[in-house]
């Protein structure tokens, strides 16, 4: 146990047979020291203090050693510490983890549409919001498989679509015009819808979900007997293979931009 002393006083000194005036001195003196507690009423004493005279002046250090017995007394008893349970509140407890086992974002208590497919959109209870899917065709020049500009264009939103609908498969269409024997544009359809496939593959859509077949010039659009009809029968369309019951699938013609430029360039095949 450590302690601290402060404390005041005075003193007098009278030797007679030597002839000394009688001295008295104001003191004052500061220290600290320990106890070292051998027993519950025996302890061992060290301390320290700074002992100071004034008028005049001087300064003393003291040191001392000693025992302390404390007599008497009735020390309190000490009571055993008692031991708190916890109360346990059924109330209290966490709640139980959430599971979302689709992981559409709706746990299983509040989903009313479980096993939703990866990537869609699902509203408050779980259910795949109505998607709407347009799928537009490209051209291509005469007797090329080549893809223009506008073409690629239109191919990135056909990819966008592709990946952001996971469950979606397609089969992509390839037609020619009139121009050409009936052998030889078959495989150019197959041609091109093979560059469309390859396109979009190129773009992160699975390789399973793209089937590419040729028609050759068995299904036109359009007469094959202007410049104008022909660029619109030189074509890839999209058809899809399957399609869940919420996603509504719009296939609409060429832009204006692909098919101008399927009209710029080219060469004839002769029958």
Known sequence: MPFIAIGAGRYNIDVPDLNRPKTNKT??????????????????????????????????????????????????????????????????????????????GVEDALDKCPNTPK??????????IEQ????????????????TAPAKATLDEVSSILVAQPTLSLQVSGHTDSTGSDQYNQKLSQRRADSVRTYLISKNVDA?????????????????ESPEGRADNRRV??????KPSFVKVYNEESSRASKNAAKKSGKKTKK
């Open 119 to 128: 990537g869609f959109r699902v509203d408050s209870t779980g259910c795949v």
């Open 237 to 242: 369309e999209f058809k899809l293979l399957d």
């Open 27 to 104: 003191l004052a003196e500061y220290g600290g020291g320990l106890k070292y507690f051998v027993g519950p009423d025996f302890a061992l004493r060290a301390d320290i203090r700074h002992v100071l005279g004034f008028s005049p002046s001087i300064g003393n250090f003291e040191y001392s050693f000693g025992v302390t017995w404390e007599i008497g007394g009735v020390r309190p008893a000490v009571l055993p510490v008692k031991e708190v349970v916890p109360q346990v509140c059924e109330s209290c407890a966490p709640p139980p983890p959430r599971v979302d086992s689709d992981g559409d």
């Open 132 to 147: 709407t899917v347009v799928l537009r065709a490209v051209n291509f020049v005469l007797d090329g498989y080549e893809l």
């Open 208 to 224: 399973s979900r793209v089937i590419a077949k040729g028609y050759g010039e068995s299904e036109p659009i359009s007469s094959n």
